[in-house]
Structure formats: C-alpha cells, structure tokens
C-alpha cells in the first residue's frame, strides 16, 4: 500500500476541469486605480489589497495595480505580505495591524515591509528592536486602531522616519458631521509629527472633496468594482464576476418543489438548471429566491434554496443545458441591495474554489 507522501513531495496530479470560476477583468482594476488617482486631485491613490485583494486574489491584483502606477499598497495581516511581495517591492506595502509582538516587528525588518504603528506600545516595539522607516496611524475618532490625539505630543514620535502619517474615516460613506470632525483633528495633529505624506481618505473618502484627499489616498472597495458613494458610480467598473457550469438540466413539473426544506414549488412544468456554484463557493443563503444568473444577456432566477456546493436556476427557454456556463449576476452595488449583503462582503466571501 502506498503511503501519503509528505508535503512538497506530492507527485503532480494533473489539473482538474474547472466547474467554477471568477473572472477577473484586469483592465477594469487599472482602469478604476486611474480613476481613482485621478479623482483624487493633487493627492495619488494607493491601494488597499488586503484580505486577498478583496478576495480577488492579492497577488496579481498587486501587479496589475503596479503595472497601472500604483507604488503604495496596503494590507491588514502580516499573513498576507508574502502573496503582495511576489508582485511589488517590500517598501512598498505597508501592514496596518502594525507589529503587536517582537515577531513581527523582526519580520518587518528581515523583509523591508513598512509596518503601521498603531500604539505607543508598538512605537517602543519598534524603536527597541532597531526602528527605520516606518508609518503611524492617528486614531481622529473611529477607536479601532492608532494613537489617541493627546498621544501625538509624546517625544517618541520625534525619534521615528515616518513615511505615511495616517488616520481612516469611520463614516466616510454618509453624510455626516463626523468626517468633517475627522479632518480636522487630523489636518490639527500634522504638525506635531514629522512625516512625508500624509493621509486620510478610504474610497469613500475621495469622493468628499480635495480637503479629504492630503498626499495620499487609500481605495479597496472602490478599485475591484464597488460603489461605496455614488458620486463614484460612473468611474468604477466591475471587476469580477462569478460563474459557473451547470451540471445537470432537468424537468421540474407543476407542484414539484426544489432543493432542501423544498421552499419552491413549481407553478408550471418548468426546465431547472442545477449551477455548481453554492454558500461554499461564497454565494451564500442570502441568495436563496432572489439571485439570477445570465447567459446570452437574459436573466435566470434562482429556485429555492441555495446549497453548498450547487444553486437551481430556472432556465425557461434559454435552451442551455449541462456543461453550458452561466454568470451570477454580481454588480456589487445592486447585489448589496438585493441580498442584503455589504459590497466588502460580496467580495471578501468568494470560496477557495472559486478563487482557484
Ligand atoms: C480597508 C482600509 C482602507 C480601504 O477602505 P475602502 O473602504 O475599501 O476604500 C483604507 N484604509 C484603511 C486603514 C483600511 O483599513
């Protein structure tokens, strides 16, 4: 009998036919970085790729970014940095969990990465195991992550190489006193701490006006296809869109009910899809009855219940069948407002099978 082999010894199994996938639209990703570069006025746009790029894929979304002029990247985890770095330079990309242990403080300075120091605790980490360039987040009133205002006289700060002096807006996607509140014990603080850029806004933010926008912006959401104001709407495009293979064509008769707890039942004798795209996938419950999928430009609603693994569409007379694809439809902005999801959510949930 043979034994498993240990990892890294595994003989190559040849690659199976994908049932699924999600697309990727690369010239929409550069064509949204430009434009939000470009609205973002005197200041240039960075990019937040953390969380797998919002679960595009962080890797090549870091080099098509790259390719499009982007030379500021940001991620959450450490976790992450080795994906980015294997499509920009170290310096190039700052963590914004900052180093919480004298681990990760080493391992920002064995590979180059920029960390984003979030307390006093983590500027004496940093200082204590040798400093260098580094950034600094200013909490102005979110109480997430970053020093408070009272913090930012301490003589500590004098001694760091601060590239990107830092703060994040709470509620930068309303209208609300609070981003005005923000700016301004922001824009207050900056003197007190020397740095060589400053920064403030989200994607959101950049849509607020030019006195959101300092030196240098920090869109996620809004680069891979999301609209997170609408004043944004008609410079975004979308980017990814799953899609996947339907398995099997059947006939569903009038009063025959489909899927688990059989929540639908059919009013008329009816051609049912089954697509191998489910909740594991990340097309989660949330979808069951009101999702659709399209081919050929027409839309095929889901039926009942979604499952892990498998969705049921209604093909009506598409005339598709097995081993035909079709795409969810997954315009971020409408798919938030008809499953209820958020769009960071949308983006972020894609399964590891549908990642690829
Ligand atoms: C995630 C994040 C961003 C990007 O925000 P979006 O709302 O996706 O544009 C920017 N800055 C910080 C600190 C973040 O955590």
Sequence with gaps: MKTPLANGDEPAVPLPPPALRLTFDEDALAANWRALDRLSGRATAGAAVKADGYGTGARR??????????????????????????????????????????????YARATGLRPVLNSLTQVDRWLATGGGPCDLMIDTGMNRLGLRPDECGDARLQQLQVGTLMSHLACADEDVAANARQRDAFAGLLHRIPHQRASLANGAGIALGADYHFDLTRPGLALYGGVPRPELSPHIRQVVTPEAMILQARHVAAGDTIGYN??????????????SLGYADGYLRCWSGKGGFVSDGRTLPVLGRVSMDMTAIDLGDSGIGEGDWVAARYDLPEAARTCGLSQYELLTVSGPRLRG
Aim: aromatic share 8%; net charge negative.
């Design 262 to 275: 059989a929540t639908f039942t059919a009013q008329r004798n009816m051609r049912v899809g089954i697509v």
């Design 61 to 106: 979304a870091a080099r098509v970014l790259w390719e499009a002029g982007c030379r500021q990247f940001f991620i959450a985890h450490w976790q992450e940095a080795p994906d980015v770095m294997a499509s920009v330079p170290a310096e190039a990309v700052s963590v914004l969990h900052g180093p919480a242990t004298d681990e990760e403080a080493r």
